[in-house]
């Protein structure tokens, strides 16, 4: 019979894109910032999971493209590699979008159009388990595509005649229209109070000339 670990090891895929576009719907943030370690620290303790590695993934522009996101995401990616974050990036293009923000105000912003993020995620989420790197597999993202890796997983699992399990975590408020998680994977949302109590305070946004440099 297979049973859960008395304390299930966790590891984190943050999908960076997917949780800044669910933060902004939900909160109203306008950048992406999360503080990526305290979050997967925050919702593991909640589950009495024991954190062992967190894994970050986005699409960075190039800096011809958008100096100035670039310049945040070199920035941002180079503070979570000191934290002891695996990172991966890819090539990310934009376009402008509009969205109403819980306050009923609109809001212009650039989305980023990102490929093979959301495959890299499904491809480490596999092979660590087949590692059996982890025994729950904590995504940070409402991707869909990626319930088809929720079926592998349980393929894996039996195969390895041990307990694996794999589950979703997103922001979620009364505004919040895309109110479902992965499907075939456990839901965790994430209330604005938690994401509130995870924020990177420093700000990695350009400055512009002749603006004074804040500290950390």
């Not at 008395?6 to 992406?32: C, I, K, W």
């Amino acid at each position: 019979m297979v049973v859960e670990p008395l304390h299930p090891r966790a590891m984190v895929f943050v999908d960076g894109q997917n949780l800044f576009h669910s933060a902004r719907e939900s909160f109203g943030y306008t950048y992406p910032n999360y503080d990526v370690r305290a979050l997967a620290e925050a919702v593991c303790r909640s589950k009495a999971w024991a954190l062992s590695e967190t894994r970050f993934y986005t699409g960075v522009p190039d800096a011809t493209d958008n100096a100035a996101w670039n310049h945040f995401w070199t920035h941002k990616l180079a503070m979570l590699g000191r934290q002891g974050v695996h990172t991966y990036s890819r090539p990310l293009r934009y376009r402008t979008r509009v969205i109403r923000l819980p306050d009923g105000n609109e809001h212009s912003y650039l989305a980023g159009e990102e490929k093979g993020i959301d495959v890299r995620i499904a491809v480490d989420v596999i092979r660590l388990a087949h590692r059996q790197a982890y025994d729950v597999a904590l995504v940070f993202s409402q991707d869909q595509d990626l319930s088809e890796v929720a079926e592998e997983i349980r393929v894996i699992a039996r195969e390895q005649s041990r307990w694996i399990k794999i589950a979703c975590a997103y922001p979620l408020s009364p505004v919040t229209r895309n109110r479902r998680g992965i499907q075939k994977t456990d839901w965790i949302p994430i209330d604005k109070s938690t994401y509130d109590a995870c924020l990177d305070r420093r700000d990695y946004r350009q400055k512009k000339a002749g603006e004074a440099e804040k500290g950390p």
